[in-house]
């Protein structure tokens, strides 16, 4: 049984015994193509907000490929932070939590399972019936547990959207359900921020949105299909 753990258990969520991965620091999540580096991507970076808003002729609205996030805010302790799941939620500086069941692991059939990649209604999963993306009236941004389509009430699902300009060598993720205006990390009592839709409503873990930090998430291509078996 393939299991990767955080070292930040998240909001008092049950712990339960993994052997770590030791994939972390502060380019956790966007390793994926092998080729990107903290100072291409600030350039790069650069490029993809400008890009953004000043044309959306031949845009890409829909990427062709799963995709790994990077929180760009420059200055702040979340900058060039990956996007990563753990728990059914999202965090910044934190470490992927997947799983992979131990007959699939036999057979050498499971995917590395160390980065977070998803589409924007899906997490890049090979589990059965996968496992699919929301967002809850109060912010929170998730995933279903593998095996189940439960989401909290009031949920949407596919709750990101999509901008690449042409040439651009990033896309900006987004989110505008409930009146959104993009996305938040907010505090947490360990050392991850949890991601939000930028709601002033938002129910964050120290119960002040005021603390939350604004960022553009900075969306790379992912180079396969699928990056876990399933996130847990």
């Keep these: 049984m393939a299991v990767w753990a955080s070292p930040h258990p998240q909001d008092g969520r049950p712990s339960v015994t993994r052997r770590p991965y030791g994939h972390g620091g502060p380019t956790s999540g966007f390793a994926g193509n092998g080729t990107t580096s903290i100072s291409s991507l600030g350039t790069a970076a650069s490029t993809a907000t400008s890009t953004s ?14 995709l790994t996030v990077v929180a760009s805010r420059s200055g702040s302790p979340i900058h060039f932070l990956g996007m990563v799941a753990a728990g059914l939620r999202f965090y910044l500086g934190a470490d992927t939590l997947s799983y992979c069941p131990d007959f699939v692991e036999e057979v050498g059939a499971c995917p590395p399972g160390n980065e977070t990649a998803f589409t924007l209604c899906n997490m890049a999963v090979i589990v059965p019936g996968g496992q699919q993306l929301y967002v809850t009236p109060r912010g929170e941004i998730g995933y279903t547990q593998a095996h189940s389509s439960f989401m909290p009430n009031g ?6 959207t999509y901008f690449k300009g042409p040439g651009a060598p990033l896309g900006i993720l987004g989110i505008d359900a409930f009146g959104a205006t993009g996305l938040m990390a907010c505090p947490t009592d360990g050392a991850a921020w949890q991601v939000f839709a930028n709601l002033p409503n938002a129910t964050v873990p120290q119960g002040n949105a005021s603390q939350c930090l604004g ?13 876990a078996w399933q996130y847990t």
Excluded: W
């Excluded at 949920?155 to 990101?160: A, H, N, T």
């Excluded at 960022?215 to 990056?227: C, E, H, I, S, T």
């Design 155 to 160: 949920s949407l699902p596919c709750p990101f």
């Design 215 to 227: 960022f553009d998430a900075l969306a790379l291509d992912f180079p396969k299909l699928y990056a």
């Design 53 to 66: 808003s000043s044309t959306f002729s031949g845009a890409i609205t829909t990427p062709t490929t799963p």
